[in-house]
């Protein structure tokens, strides 16, 4: 059977990119393989030079903005504040997608994009606790009134 295990990306800088994750995401190295690591949450590192051993030679091309890392973090707000204060190339600022959810996009040291956002359980309980009703919630997002509903139990 067929296990996805791991996205990898190939990077110019390894130690400059494990200390990039740690600071802006707070994720840290659980396995180090020399010229490639493993950080929490899945996420390998490889060299640029190895990768391209690997690839026998052929071209890389990074920075093609066809596809992200995305997370999610539970306290947003406190995420976001904590970007003003480290240099960060962004994509856009934080922005509200049709559904509610709150995203933030940027770039990793090598161009990368990455994506974090809020759980959209925690969408559900802003609006919740902003006056509006379990189907109110529903409709504003396009999911499930049972959804919500367990959202809120």
């Given at each position: 059977m067929m296990n996805f295990k791991n996205?990898?990306?190939?990077?110019?800088?390894?130690?400059?990119?494990?200390?990039?994750?740690?600071?802006?995401?707070?994720?840290r190295v659980i396995m180090?393989?020399?010229?490639n690591v493993t950080l929490t949450g899945g996420v390998c590192l490889q060299t640029m030079d190895t990768w391209r051993e690997f690839l026998e030679g052929k071209r890389v091309f990074p920075a093609g903005n066809a596809?992200?890392?995305?997370?999610?973090?539970?306290?947003?707000?406190?995420?976001?504040?904590?970007?003003?204060?480290?240099?960060i190339e962004y994509i856009h600022p934080v922005k509200e997608h049709r559904w509610g959810q709150r995203v933030v996009r940027f770039y990793d040291?090598?161009?990368?994009?990455?994506?974090?956002?809020e759980p959209m359980e925690a969408v559900m309980h802003r609006f919740l606790r902003g006056g509006m009703t379990p189907e109110q919630v529903a409709a504003r997002m396009d999911v499930p009134l049972e959804l919500v509903k367990s959202c809120i139990n």
């Amino acid at each position: 059977m067929m296990n996805f295990k791991n996205p990898l990306l190939a990077v110019t800088d390894l130690a400059a990119s494990i200390d990039f994750y740690k600071r802006v995401l707070g994720l840290r190295v659980i396995m180090d393989f020399g010229a490639n690591v493993t950080l929490t949450g899945g996420v390998c590192l490889q060299t640029m030079d190895t990768w391209r051993e690997f690839l026998e030679g052929k071209r890389v091309f990074p920075a093609g903005n066809a596809g992200e890392l995305y997370f999610e973090e539970g306290d947003f707000d406190a995420f976001v504040e904590k970007l003003e204060g480290l240099e960060i190339e962004y994509i856009h600022p934080v922005k509200e997608h049709r559904w509610g959810q709150r995203v933030v996009r940027f770039y990793d040291l090598d161009r990368h994009i990455i994506e974090v956002g809020e759980p959209m359980e925690a969408v559900m309980h802003r609006f919740l606790r902003g006056g509006m009703t379990p189907e109110q919630v529903a409709a504003r997002m396009d999911v499930p009134l049972e959804l919500v509903k367990s959202c809120i139990n």
